[in-house]
């Protein structure tokens, strides 16, 4: 991880200068946008496959028990190492993966003893993993990025704080554009051992403990230990003042590493695979057939979905990211009808729920107004005694703009929407009232029973409609030239003869036989 | 037992079923397109057509369960909500979960809380109803057996007893033939005979033509639109089945060793 | 009445035992749970005074109202929706408190509105476009959540601590639940509990078949609003011990447990009554010992416990039986295809022949008194076919022969009666219908009589 993340400083050193990436990544908004915009693609992507498999809530059941193999994999490295490891470290990526994947198989196991419906072993399985990780957490872990609230917010509001440094000796672009290595400056990581003239040394009492006296004691032994001895990176040999020369260095989040690889890998995967995971979507039997391997591509599938959920879980908790995983991509598949589009769509949705959530939270309402009024307003209004300050949690707000961006899909799109959907079912139904009575007369015309059945006073009755209705139908009718009245009859033209029959022609078949 | 036998003088002219111009739509493609149709009183019927022609949603939208485009349905003369213990409804068997903990007896006895109204639960005298019905599809030694432990055909004979206790005049059926063994269909075939012996209507949703002849004695084709509907001997044309089907349905027809079309 | 035939009344001895067996299964339970409180005394050092009286009540009582209405969320089919609508009503505690301050009630009715408008947001979503259930669901839970996270943020930005213990409500904290608290739990789950009993046959015919109901002219869409609100009246009860997070776990396994153990729904109630209200109670009490547990996960450990004892162990349905009865028919079935073949295989070959015998009259005398190789049996093989042959020579209805096995007079009867018990079934396929016999299951691994009246029989042999 670190020297992949050398590797993408130094590349975008060439492009900028040191000072101003620094500057950027110490932002907190864009740290957390660019985290959450990375969180927020590579759970759209997978997301999109979820939801037209009808899995969705499987995210959700994952994003849960990730959090077990997070708390495995850090107590077992706990007790082996002897410390602490980074919430960022490859094994507890791997226990998290294997946690996803233990999820998906207890549901199976569940389900196929055929005493269980699907829905409930799911809703059996992740409860249980996820109360397993709590009792483990709230009673045997205590660390300060792992505890209850990280579990349910993240804290992708600090991830600008939670840095590596990386120290670099030549890459510093001037005003010419050409690099030059700048000799004064050293990235020599400095070892102080207790030769070293800057070791600094502290008397210890020896046998203090073992005899239960204090150092006061005149049978205190003592020893001089090295107090400041050990390794020192050069940002640290800086800071201590051991190297007289500054270092360059750039802080890296490492949130935004982790969400890069993993959106990284997501994408690859989503694009190497994109056939295989289309078919099994829509034909799992066909996938079957063809040697897709459609359960392979689920484990698959489930594994990656695990891998997001444990990179996001620092910066957002197993609970908020599964907003990531569902709200983009239902909103896109409102949109759109091609899976290529309702991929691009979701991302797109995702990233900029994450950009604008993060004003949401500082109480910028999408730059309309400001929370603060509002509540002020409120306590105005209704005398209350709220405080007018907002300041929440952003990953919870980064969830409320994309749900927000869902709201509008779901009124505004112009295929699906609410309103668009509106409109249209008024004109087909119009259009279809139209087609209910020309059907009716073409087919009673000049037959015996037709005085009853085509009489303008009493059409209405057959159809049960109100009498007003079928007046307004038939206004509507004759003024397209389809009907014309005599004396209280209504027959057909020669126009509406033909409409009526290209309609029985095109819209009343169905398949017929040997499907 | 019956109430409903005796036929007042003014309603031997009414039909059973009556619908008229009935269009039933799922967004803007018509499921059942201006339907009439008028079941006389004491006939086995069949409605009959293929995959998509409607006709589970004619019976759905004739009992209100699924809302008209247009149209009237008067059952005996009355719309379905005054008339509603006139009519006994057999939903396709896979609609439920037959994993449901309950007995046969009870699924039975669920035929009666109509009658029995808000608040009311079924006593002794309602058991003895069902286990009468039961009796009548000869499920009689079944009566406490958990529901999930019935075979298919014993399923759909579960729900037949269920429509019988309610002592209808008129009956609608869908599907009862689907993926029955052999001796469950002689027996409901044996029960609808005797219901129209008794002076029943009988409306059954079937799908296959070859049996078609042989149980009913009126028929309504339907492909979206009533193509025909009759006494059988009339409606049962190779003219009517080719215009229901479209062409191949000759050979169905002719053939009689030819596979009936596939079931819905 | 009709009469009972003499399957009947062995169905009603059985349906006898099911119900005591149902009785005992309460009784242990409720053992179990009176050993509990001694041996966490003695154990645990549990102390229990006042306050863990307290607890313990209600915790048992929030557990008798989710086992109780979690029946129908199983049933239904919606036991995810319980998950979603757990979430859904985190904003409104959130909100209730900024509005009105910490009152229970109130809080209670907060995360009931938004729990309920989440119901609706999810059927107008799948009723107004193409999105199915679970991903509506998902929204809700996620959406929801968000929103009632981002509340709880600002509101612990306020000075004052009244806001302390606002959070217990994600986790679920049962040392929180005070008397008024158990009184309001009482009363709410009581009227919850009535309007179960009155609208009991017509809840029960739409979880069944909401397609019937409708056709018979129930109102089915107010009555399941009507059975989803008292879900979520369990829901939102629970929270305070459960947390909205694993409120699902709570919900529905003590339903799914006991459903396990019986075939009536008014019995599967009961039990989850029962075993809600032991998770609740031991969840509760573990946790008010042990301050650093959130309640919540300790109750779904509980719970889920119960539902792997039950899914293993509930007679007839469960696990273990399953694997036990499919072990003894495989024997079965082995022995009696082995009696079979050698029956057929000495019947075939084995007579030795007699002067002056043609060869006709020689294999159509039967002959059972020479044995037959191993290598001869080929209906089973392998491990299977030891298996059979170890389970007859135990009968002592087949010895060995060397290599090869022989029949018994006790074998030759056992087979001879299998036999015709094989020839019966036959007949019964055939002539079921015009001897007008009662249908049953066909299985020739069983005698016929065990499943036709005796005159039913006797019809059979008549055709023979």
Known sequence: ?515 | ?264 | MPKLPAEDRHRASFEQRRIQRFWLLIGITALVAALFVPFSQIFLHVEYDYTLRTVALGGALLGVVSGVLGCFAVLRHQSLLGDALSHAALPGVALAFLLAGRDLGLLLIGAGLTSWLGVHFIRMVTNTTRIKQDAAMGIVLAAWFAAGIALLVYIQARPDASQAGLDTFIFGQAAAIVERDVQLIAVVGAASFITLGLFWKEFKLITFDAEFAGANGFRVNILSMILSTLIVVAIVLGLQLAGVILMVGMLIASGIAARQWTDKLGQMIILSAVFGAFSGSAGAIVSAVDADIPTGPLIVVVAFLLVVISLCFAPGRGLVWTLLRRHSDRRRFAAQTILHDLYHYAMDHGAPATPGETLGERASRPHLGSAVPEAFLVGVRGATARVGLRQLSARGQVQQRGDAWLLTPAGIEAATKDDHNHQLWAVYRQYSDELALPMVAEDRQQDIRNFLPGEAVEKLERQL
């Not at chain 1, 982790?258 to 695979?273: D, E, G, R, S």
């Not at chain 1, 303008?456 to 206004?475: D, E, G, Y």
């Open chain 1, 1 to 515: 991880m670190f020297q992949l993340e050398r590797l993408i400083v130094q590349f975008l050193l060439n492009f900028v200068a040191r000072e101003d990436l620094n500057a950027f990544l110490r932002n907190p908004q864009y740290t957390a946008t660019l985290v959450g915009s990375l969180i927020a693609v590579s759970g759209a992507l997978l997301g999109t496959f979820l939801l037209l498999r009808g899995m969705s809530l499987t995210s959700d059941a994952i994003s849960h028990t990730v959090l077990l193999g997070i708390v495995v994999a850090f107590m077992l490295m706990s007790s082996i190492l002897g410390q602490k490891p980074d919430l960022s470290s490859v094994w507890l990526i791997i226990g998290a993966a294997a946690a996803g994947v233990a999820t998906v198989i207890l549901t199976e196991l569940i389900y196929r003893s055929g005493l269980v419906k699907q829905d409930a072993a799911l809703g059996l399985a992740f409860p249980l993993l996820f109360a397993l990780a709590v009792i483990i957490v709230s009673r045997f872990v205590d660390d300060v990025h792992l505890d209850e609230d990280a579990v349910m917010v993240g804290e992708i509001g600090v991830a600008w704080a939670n840095t590596n440094s990386h120290c670099l000796v030549q890459a510093e672009r001037t005003a010419d554009g050409a690099h030059r290595a700048k000799p004064e400056y050293s990235c020599d990581s400095v070892t102080i051992t207790p030769n070293d003239p800057r070791a600094e040394f502290t008397r210890q009492c020896v046998n203090c403990r073992r005899l239960g006296i204090s150092p006061r004691d005149k049978e205190a032994e003592f020893t001089e230990i090295c107090a400041n001895c050990g390794d020192y990176s050069p940002a640290q040999a800086w800071q201590a003042g051991f190297t007289q020369k500054e270092p360059l260095l750039v802080f890296w989040p490492k949130s935004i590493t982790v969400m890069a690889v993993m959106t990284l890998l997501t994408t690859i995967v989503v694009v190497l695979f994109y056939k295989e995971l289309k078919l099994s979507t829509f034909d799992p039997t066909l996938a079957a057939a063809l040697g897709f391997h459609p359960t392979l591509l689920h484990y698959g599938l489930m594994v990656m979905v695990s891998l997001v959920a444990v990179g996001a879980f620092d910066a957002v908790g197993s609970i908020l990211v599964v907003a990531f995983f569902i709200i983009p991509p239902a909103a896109a598949y409102l949109l759109t009808d091609r899976l290529p589009r309702m991929l691009v769509y979701s991302s797109l949705i995702g990233a900029a729920g994450a950009y604008l959530g993060y004003d949401l939270a500082r109480g910028n309402l999408l730059g309309l107004a400001q929370i603060s009024d509002i509540l002020a307003g409120l306590n105005d209004l209704f005398g209350l005694d709220l405080i007018e300050k907002w300041d929440s949690s952003i990953s919870a707000s980064m969830v409320l703009m994309i749900f927000f961006f869902f709201l509008a899909a779901w009124i505004f799109s112009p295929k699906y929407g609410l309103v668009s959907t509106m409109i249209r079912r008024s004109n087909q139904r119009r259009s279809f009232d139209h087609q209910v009575v020309l059907g009716h007369i073409h087919r009673h015309q000049g037959r015996v029973a037709e005085s009853d059945e085509v009489t303008a006073s009493t059409l209405h009755r057959h159809f049960r409609w109100s009498p007003t209705k079928m007046q307004r139908v038939l206004r509507q009718l004759r003024a397209r030239n389809l009907v014309q009245t005599e004396a209280d009859l209504v027959s057909l033209t020669a126009r509406g003869e033909t409409h009526a029959r290209m309609f029985r022609q095109t819209q009343l078949t169905t398949e017929t036989g040997g499907e």
């Open chain 2, 1 to 264: 037992m019956s109430g409903h036998n005796g036929h007042d003088p003014h309603e031997i002219s009414t039909a059973a079923l009556d619908i008229d111009d009935l269009t039933v739509a799922y967004n803007s493609k018509p499921a059942i397109w201006d339907i009439d149709l008028r079941v006389p009183e004491g006939v086995l019927m069949a409605i009959i057509g293929p995959n998509g022609a409607g006709k589970s949603t004619l019976i759905k939208a004739a009992l209100k369960l699924i809302p008209r485009a247009a149209g009237t349905v008067q059952f005996c003369g009355q719309p379905y909500e005054q008339v509603r213990s006139l009519v006994g409804y057999v939903p396709q068997r896979g609609s439920v979960d037959w994993d449901f903990p309950t007995s046969v007896i009870d699924v039975v006895t669920m035929g009666l809380y109509a009658k029995l109204g808000w608040f009311r639960r079924p006593g002794r005298q309602e058991r003895m109803l069902a286990l009468h019905a039961l009796e009548q599809v000869g499920m009689q030694d079944f009566a406490e057996r958990q529901i999930s432990q019935l075979s298919g055909g014993q399923q759909q004979r579960t729900f037949l007893a269920r429509a019988l206790v309610q002592d209808a005049r008129i009956y609608l059926m869908d599907e009862p033939f689907a993926a029955v063994d052999a001796v469950t269909e002689r027996a409901i075939i044996t029960i609808l005979h005797e219901l129209r012996a008794r002076g029943k209507t009988v409306v059954v949703v079937h799908h296959d033509l070859q049996t078609a002849k042989e149980y009913f004695d009126w028929v309504t084709l339907l492909n979206v639109e009533v193509v025909a509907s009759g006494p059988l001997a009339e409606t049962f044309t190779p003219k009517n089945l080719r215009q229901t089907y479209g062409g191949r349905v000759a050979y169905l027809y002719d053939d009689q060793s030819a596979p009936a079309t596939g079931e819905e």
